[in-house]
Nanobody, 127 residues
């Protein structure tokens, strides 16, 4: 499975961005998909995840109410709608596909639960 993330950019605080992640290759597998981010000098952290069906979603506490994860009808595209952006949201955002179809928060918030990773897209929020 190859993942291609796009949609990053420079935005002012309070603004919005929509990230997209397109999966190709062996997409017949049913995968939960997630977004992680890594800021300079920090470890990669969980942002949001969505089950294969799209019914179950989880968010990291700091983005709840501001970010929304969703899947396209073909299941092979995942979106992250980001609103009320803050400077602390500045990071490289990575999409990832899990070997799991669904699961609990503890499972799907761990980077090790994901087998495939995109190349990352830079999000910069200016104050």
């Amino acid at each position: 499975v190859q993942l291609q993330a796009s949609g990053g950019g420079l935005v002012q605080a309070g603004g919005s961005l929509r990230l997209s992640c397109a999966a190709s290759g062996r997409t017949e597998s049913s995968n939960a998909m997630g977004w992680f981010r890594q800021a300079p000098g920090k470890e990669r952290e969980f942002v949001a995840t969505i089950s294969w069906s799209g019914i179950t979603t989880y968010y990291e506490d700091s983005v709840k109410g501001r970010f929304t994860i969703s899947r396209g009808n073909d299941k092979n595209t995942v979106f992250l709608q980001m609103g009320s952006l803050k400077p602390e949201d500045t990071a490289v955002y990575y999409c990832a596909a899990s070997a799991y179809v669904s699961g609990g928060y503890d499972l799907l918030s761990r980077a090790r639960s994901y087998d495939y990773w995109g190349q990352g897209t830079q999000v910069t929020v200016s104050s």
